[in-house]
C-alpha cells in the first residue's frame, strides 16, 4: 500500500482527484456558495442524461449503459486514490477503504447492464381491437442524500441506477465526508457523463436536504441515515408528492440457535457487527444466543474479538478505525454503562481510547436484557451485547420486537429453521449463516420504520423509473 502517513495525500497517483470545490451545473464552484446556489436557479439547469451529448444515439438505454460502464472502467483504474481519500476522510482502514471502493464500482458495472433491460409490456386488452403498451421512463431529477459511514458506495448505489435509468442527480454528500463524492463525479465526467446530469453541492447547511424534499423541480428523493430525519424528509416531499426511496436506521438481530456451526456463527458475528467499526445500518446489535451454546460462542467470540487493533486505517495492523466523532464515543460509552448497570457482564472491552483519537475498544457484554437500551437503539459502535434465549419462538419474539427492520441474521444448520424463522423475521434483509449480506445483485433495504424502497439488484432501476402505459385502440378501424 505505501502511503505517506505524515501527509496521505501526498501519496495518490492523481492528486486532481482530491477536491474541495462542489460541483453545479457542470462547474466547479467555490463549495461556500453551493447552497445558495441551489436554492436558486440550477435545478432548473438540470437536464436527463437523455439530453444534449447523447440525445441523437437512437439507443439511449444502452448508450447510457456505455457511459456507466467507462465510468466503471475509471474508478476500477483509480480504486488505489480512490481508497486513500476514503480512509482519510472516513477513518476506516485502508484494507475496509478500498473493499468499498470496489463495492461502490460494482454498483455502477451492475447498473451499467441493467440499463439496456429497462423492459415494457405488451398487454391483453378487454376492449376490442386495442392493444396496450406499457415503457419504463426516467423518473426525472433525484435529490440524492447519503451518509458519512459508506462514503462511496452510498453515492454510487443511487446515482448509478439514476443515470442508468436517464435521470440527473443533484447530490447532497455528508458534510464529514464529501471527497469521495467529489472524486466519483469528476470520473463520472470523465467518462463522459454530461456535467449537468451529475450535480454536488456540498454543505453543512440541513436548509439544502429541505430544498431537495420540497423543490417541485425535484422528481424522486433517495436518503440513507436516520429514521429521525428520514421521516422528516418524507414529510416534506409529501408537500410535492414526490416518490421517496428511505434506508433508514436498523436494530439488527443476530440469532445463534444450539444447532450453528459455532466457527461460522462466530465468524459472520464478527463482520456483522465489527464491519467498519460497528457503524453499518446492518451491523447486529443484539445478539440472541440459545442458552446451551451461548457460554462457548461468547469465549470464542471474545478471543477474535482480543485480537482486533485500533489506530490509524493506513496502518496495515489496524483493524478496527475510530468513530466519526465524541458523540459517537459518548453513545457507546452510555450503552455500555447502561448494560452494566443493569446485570451486564462484561468480558471484554468497555472504555473508550487509546489515545485522543475517536476510539472505542472492542467490547462485549454477556448476560443482556430488554430493559437496556440497546434492545431499543442503534448503538453504532463496537459493542456486543449478548443475549441467552431458550426456544425458537422466543428468539424470533425478541428479535422482532422493536420499530425498526432493516436485517437480521440467522445461524443454523437446520434447513427446516433456517426456512421457518427467515420467514417469520421481520426485516427486509436476512443473513443466515453468514455475517455480510451486502452486494450489488441484492436487494437492500427495510421494512417498519427502516424505511422503504430498495436499492441494487434487478429492483434498483425501477426506484428511478415511472411505468407509463400507452393504449392503442382503433386498431383496425
Ligand atoms: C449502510 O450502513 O447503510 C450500508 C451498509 C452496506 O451497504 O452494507
Not at 442524461?49 to 466503471?72: D, H, Q
Not at 447492464?113 to 391483453?124: K, L, N
Request: proline letters at 4%; hydrophobic letters at 40%; a neutral charge.
Amino acid at each position: 500500500m505505501a502511503v505517506d502517513l505524515i501527509n496521505p495525500l501526498a501519496s495518490l497517483s492523481d492528486p486532481t482527484l482530491f477536491i474541495e470545490d462542489a460541483f453545479v451545473g457542470g462547474h466547479w464552484i467555490k463549495a461556500k456558495t453551493t447552497f445558495e446556489v441551489l436554492g436558486e436557479s440550477p435545478l432548473t439547469s438540470v437536464e436527463p442524461v437523455n439530453g444534449s451529448k447523447i440525445s441523437n444515439v437512437a439507443n439511449l438505454e444502452r448508450a447510457r449503459g456505455n457511459l456507466l460502464r467507462k465510468w466503471y472502467e475509471l474508478v476500477e483504474k483509480n480504486v488505489r486514490d480512490l481508497a486513500i481519500i476514503l480512509c482519510l476522510e472516513n477513518g476506516k482502514t485502508y484494507a475496509e477503504a478500498e473493499g468499498e471502493v470496489k463495492y461502490a464500482a460494482s454498483f455502477i458495472k451492475w447498473f451499467a447492464e441493467e440499463a439496456p433491460r429497462a423492459y415494457g409490456d405488451t398487454i391483453p386488452s378487454s376492449q376490442a381491437n386495442t392493444t396496450i403498451m406499457t415503457f419504463r421512463q426516467p423518473i426525472g431529477v433525484c435529490g440524492i442524500i447519503t451518509p458519512w459511514n459508506f462514503p462511496a458506495a452510498m453515492i454510487t448505489r443511487k446515482v448509478a441506477p439514476a443515470l442508468a435509468a436517464g435521470c440527473s442527480v443533484v447530490i447532497k454528500p455528508p458534510s464529514e465526508t464529501p471527497h469521495s463524492c467529489l472524486a466519483l463525479t469528476k470520473l463520472a465526467v470523465e467518462a463522459g457523463i454530461p456535467p449537468a446530469c451529475i450535480n454536488v453541492c456540498t454543505t453543512k447547511d440541513r436548509a439544502a436536504a429541505t430544498e431537495l424534499a420540497m423543490n417541485s423541480l425535484v422528481n424522486k428523493l433517495s436518503f440513507t441515515e436516520s429514521t429521525g430525519v428520514g421521516k422528516k424528509l418524507a414529510g416534506l416531499a409529501s408537500t410535492t408528492l414526490k416518490k421517496t426511496s428511505l434506508e433508514l436506521g436498523g436494530n439488527a438481530a443476530l440469532i445463534v440457535f444450539d444447532d450453528a456451526d459455532l466457527d461460522i456463527a462466530v465468524a459472520g458475528t464478527m463482520v456483522s457487527k465489527f464491519r467498519c467499526t460497528g457503524q453499518t445500518c446492518v451491523c447486529a446489535n443484539r445478539i440472541f444466543v440459545q442458552r446451551g451454546v451461548s457460554e462457548k460462542f461468547t469465549a470464542r467470540l471474545v478471543e477474535k474479538v482480543n485480537l482486533l487493533n485500533m489506530g490509524s486505517g493506513f496502518d496495515g495492523q489496524t483493524t478496527q478505525g475510530p468513530l466519526v466523532n465524541k458523540a459517537a464515543v459518548e453513545k457507546v460509552d452510555q450503552h455500555v454503562k447502561d448494560a452494566l448497570s443493569k446485570g451486564g457482564k462484561l468480558r471484554t472491552g468497555g472504555s473508550s481510547g487509546p489515545g485522543s483519537g475517536y476510539f472505542y475498544k472492542p467490547t462485549v457484554i454477556s448476560g443482556a436484557s430488554t430493559s437496556m437500551l440497546v434492545a431499543n437503539e442503534e448503538t453504532f459502535g463496537p459493542l456486543a451485547l449478548i443475549w441467552e434465549f431458550d426456544t425458537e419462538e422466543e428468539a424470533i419474539q425478541l428479535a422482532n420486537s422493536t420499530e425498526f427492520g432493516l436485517a437480521n441474521y440467522m445461524f443454523s444448520s437446520d434447513i427446516g429453521r433456517i426456512m421457518r424463522v427467515s420467514q417469520q423475521l421481520q426485516s427486509g434483509m436476512v443473513g443466515v449463516n453468514t455475517g455480510l449480506i451486502s452486494a450489488a445483485e441484492t436487494p437492500f433495504g427495510g421494512v417498519k420504520e427502516s424505511g422503504y424502497g430498495k436499492e441494487g439488484s434487478k429492483y434498483g432501476l425501477e426506484e428511478y423509473q415511472v411505468l407509463k402505459s400507452v393504449t392503442i385502440g382503433n386498431l383496425q378501424a
